[in-house]
């Protein structure tokens, strides 16, 4: 696959600023950038002033057409991989998968969380949104996990409609001005067609710092003509008929709630039963559904583990297993228990030498050493990049040290061990906040792209990229960060 040209069309440094200088009082009104609003905030109670920033550049990260169709068919091939890891985990619950796939995927996960996670009513129910962090290397693409509760939805529908039209010629944005727009709303109709009323987006304590984006999405649907709202769980009302909220001057049945708020943090989101409730009885739909098994990073390692390939064949196809098995690093879940004594892990190596035992890794020289551990899923650690430990970044004293943790913390929070694949550099110029003036980057990607779905297919939205300084090993959102959407480049 070529590389991503990330560089501008020519502009002056004058042009450049003035373009980024406008950018970034769109952002402001929006309500999106941490910076104080041009326009007063309108909305409901749970609105709030944005706290996020990051460094502004005058133009898209540009693609080529062949990167751009590894990412349109993409969308397809990760909502195959859901269905066949919803199916695998059933199949294991049954007994016709081996059960210890179940047993990995529930582990730590509260007891009742994952009864009613496995009720016949939510049997088929997945993620309608799909969103994969992608890191681009110098050897293609690599997708370093998934993402069902994703941030940055209303960020990149923003930007999208910014970008798309700046001084100098309409930029090709991935999924055109209103793309990620379209894209949500398709899929909140599809779900609103077996109930009638509005739709919800709850959004928790813990994901505060989402709701202005997310409030800034609600009022552009509205502007479409669907009726949604951005809530706080404490807002919402049960009655026996369903969930109701009081919104644009009156009190209306809520069809749809779009959860933004994690699993784990179930036991701190007020009237989180009663959404339970409403949904086990049919009166609401609820995405994501509340199956923690479809949120785990161990995932990948049952994709990858040689007992289950059979089963991804059958499941998935030659062509699309072999394509899934190329951008997903190697995965293993840190699972203390001993292996027999003539086993090994599978596909786990030390240099040339096969690894038996965990306590191995613990020598391995910092060469040896390019791997991630992490939380798998089910935990506050899990999101956000925290909890995430970079073998050949860290003295081995520490290494040894975060390893340990790990596979103790097995119990009610397992970690995951994943190769680490290091992300190409991209040349990149942004404004310089404090001077005024233009600055360059050389930085690292990652690339989110977004996929909705609807109809039993999931269709690319748009892609956001978010460009970090080379010195950083971690690539996520923050203030030192060019965060812009992901354009076609021009030929």
């Known amino acids: 696959m070529a590389q991503i040209d990330a560089s501008c069309p020519t502009l002056s440094p004058e042009a450049a600023r003035e373009r980024c200088t406008a950018i970034h009082e769109q952002l402001c009104r929006a309500n999106v950038f941490g910076s104080p609003a041009t326009l007063p905030l ?110 940055g939805i209303g960020l990149t529908a ?40 509005c739709i919800a987006i709850l959004i928790s304590d813990e994901s505060k710092d989402y709701r202005p984006e997310m409030s800034w999405l609600a009022a552009q649907l509205r502007e479409e003509g669907l009726s949604v709202w951005c ?15 009081h919104a644009d001057g009156s009190e209306q049945a809520i069809s749809v709630l779009y959860r933004f708020y994690e699993l784990f943090d179930l036991l701190n989101i007020p ?40 089963f991804w064949e059958k499941e998935l196809g030659a062509d699309c297993l072999l394509h899934l098995t190329t951008i997903m690093p190697k995965t293993w879940l840190l699972d203390p228990a001993p292996l027999p004594a003539i086993a090994t892990i599978p596909d786990l190596y030390i240099g040339n030498h096969p690894v038996a035992n965990w306590a191995e890794l613990e020598k391995a020289t910092q060469k040896e050493r390019q791997f991630v551990i992490k939380p798998s899923g089910f935990s506050e650690l899990a999101w956000g990049s925290r909890g995430v430990s970079i073998g050949h970044d860290m003295p081995q004293t520490e290494w040894v040290e975060a390893l340990r943790k790990a596979l103790a913390s097995f119990p009610t929070t397992p970690y995951i061990l994943q190769e680490f694949h290091k992300g190409r550099l991209f040349e990149m110029d942004f404004m ?60």
């Open 42 to 151: 309108q909305g409901s109670a749970s609105d709030m002033q944005a706290v996020t920033s990051w460094r502004v550049s005058p133009c898209p990260l540009y693609l080529s057409s062949e990167q751009l169709r590894f990412f349109t068919d993409l969308g397809p091939h990760l909502l195959s991989f859901y269905r066949g890891l919803n199916r695998l985990y059933a199949e294991s619950v049954k007994g016709i998968q081996p059960t210890w796939i179940a047993g990995y995927l529930d582990q730590g996960k509260p007891a009742a969380l994952v009864q009613y996670s496995r009720m016949k009513r939510f049997r088929d129910a997945l993620p309608d949104v799909i969103r994969p962090d992608i890191i681009p290397t110098q050897d293609g693409m690599v997708i370093t996990e998934l993402d069902s509760v994703p941030g």
């Open 271 to 310: 009237k989180a039963e009663l959404v339970q409730y409403a949904a086990k009885k049919g009166r609401v739909s609820v995405t994501p559904p509340y199956k923690p098994a479809l949120e785990e990073k161990s995932a990948f390692a049952l994709l990858h583990h040689p007992i289950l390939r059979l």
């Open 158 to 197: 923003c930007l999208s409609r910014i970008y798309h039209d700046l001084d100098g010629g309409p930029a090709q944005i991935i999924g055109g001005q209103n793309g990620m727009l379209h894209g949500f709303a398709r899929m909140l109709r599809s779900l609103q067609a077996q109930h009638v009323g």
């Open 231 to 245: 809530a706080e769980p404490r807002e919402i009302r049960f009655t026996e008929d369903g969930l109701r909220l």
């Open 432 to 491: 310089d906040e404090h001077q005024q003036t233009m600055a360059h980057m050389s930085g690292r990607a990652r690339l989110s792209p977004y996929y909705f779905v609807s109809e039993g297919r999931a269709e690319l939205a748009g892609i956001l990229a978010t460009i970090c300084p080379a010195d950083k090993k971690i690539l996520h959102g923050m203030k030192d960060a060019i965060i812009v959407p992901c354009a076609l480049r021009p030929d």
